[in-house]
């Protein structure tokens, strides 16, 4: 088959149906880039460039309370700041690890009426210089472009409120975190409606939504089906009304949640975090044709390339038939992965994928 461009291969994915080969891309955590540049990429050649990866474009907004971002304290090694929803973090410089979230300014049902007051969807939270700048070129290339919103439990536990305080919300006052969660979803799409509506389209809307750890979930499938699915159908709805796809990452176990996802019409769900429980192969039998599988492959084992390399040739052929896959780590890339052992298994992948 003739080689095609990222997004004829991306849309042939979420059409289901075979393409020259299945779409390769991956994020490794910024320790890994210093590593691999280290090993010999060049300092001014992008990851992406330099093995070959897929193209994907991905347009941000601001939806925060625009609380002030300021530097608090740093050092060689970690780096104290405050952040748009006034939360106070500390983050390892060179270490592949998420932030330690220090302090929080919304605590109460009333702090968030505040924050939520200055949460006005205007024109200057878009960076229109930015798609000035590229998007023409992203369409010329053949990138398949994502638009990325910003709601949803795993959004409000960790970079808004806490994890703990919300967990807690969720069973005494589930109505404020239902007004978090759709107000959070309210700025996004209508700032998303300004940008398509000044000509920049996309071809799918993708949020961060972890909702699972290790062989759980962090609430109950009623407590999903009552406070959290309504939102989510709110945003598949919305980008189903323009014509384009949804895509959701939740990390963790979350495959008692993979039916309700399925029926409010979600057509895409990564990482499918094997190490957490999660079964790539039950799903594709269950929902080829239907859901998008992006990931699956389990990061724990990319440090040994005969071991991964096992395992992608144990998944993918499973996972790529009909179409419907992307091919991914089960996260992101550790800095345990060296240059070679994952050029190794970019070219493998290309391998394997091939239709």
């Known amino acids: 088959m003739q080689e095609m461009t990222s997004h004829e291969r991306f849309k042939r994915m979420y059409e289901h149906r075979d393409a020259d080969r299945v779409p390769i891309i991956d994020s490794p955590w910024s320790a890994t880039i210093e ?6 990429m060049p300092e001014d050649v992008s990851y992406i460039d330099f093995f070959g990866l897929d ?3 991905t347009i941000s907004t601001d939806n925060s309370p625009r609380y002030e971002i300021k530097t608090i304290e740093e050092t060689d090694d970690y780096k104290i700041t405050t952040t748009s929803w006034g939360v106070t973090y500390k ?4 270490a592949a690890s998420t932030p330690e979230y220090l302090d929080f300014t919304i605590t109460t049902p009333d702090r968030w009426l505040e924050a939520k007051q200055r949460m006005t969807p205007t024109p200057d939270r878009i960076p229109w210089d930015y798609l000035k700048a590229n998007y023409a070129r992203w369409k010329n290339e053949g990138y398949w472009i994502q638009a990325a919103l910003w709601f949803g439990f795993d959004i409000t536990h960790s970079h808004a409120v806490g994890t ?8 005494t006052d589930p109505d404020w975190c239902v007004d978090m969660f759709n107000t959070e979803l309210d700025v996004d799409l209508a700032l998303l409606d300004m940008i398509w509506d000044a000509g920049y389209e996309f071809d799918v809307i993708t949020w961060p ?3 699972g750890y290790k062989y759980h979930q962090f609430f109950s499938l009623d407590m999903y089906r009552s406070l959290l699915k309504p939102v989510h159908k709110r945003a598949i709805d919305w980008a189903h009304s323009k014509g384009i796809r ?6 963790g176990d979350i495959m008692p949640f993979v039916p309700e996802l399925v029926e409010i019409g979600l057509d895409a769900l990564n990482p499918l975090e094997v190490k957490a429980g999660m079964d790539s192969k039950a799903l594709k039998q269950q929902y080829s044709g239907k859901l998008v599988l992006h990931g699956g492959i389990n990061a724990v084992l990319w440090d040994d390339f005969d071991a991964i390399a096992d395992e992608m040739r144990r998944i993918i052929p499973v996972l790529k038939e009909n179409g419907g896959y992307i091919f991914s780590s089960d996260h992101s890339v550790p800095s345990s992965v060296s240059l070679e052992n994952f050029r190794r298994i970019v070219e493998l992948a290309k391998e394997l994928g091939k239709y």
């Not at 983050?91 to 060179?94: A, G, L, M, Q, T």
């Not at 949804?246 to 990390?251: G, Q, R, T, V």
């Open 35 to 40: 590593r691999w540049h280290r090993e010999g």
């Open 91 to 94: 983050n390892w410089k060179h």
């Open 55 to 57: 193209k994907v474009a």
């Open 246 to 251: 949804a895509h959701l990452h939740s990390c």
């Open 209 to 211: 939504d972890d909702m």
């Open 164 to 171: 703990e305080r919300l967990l807690m919300a969720m069973v």
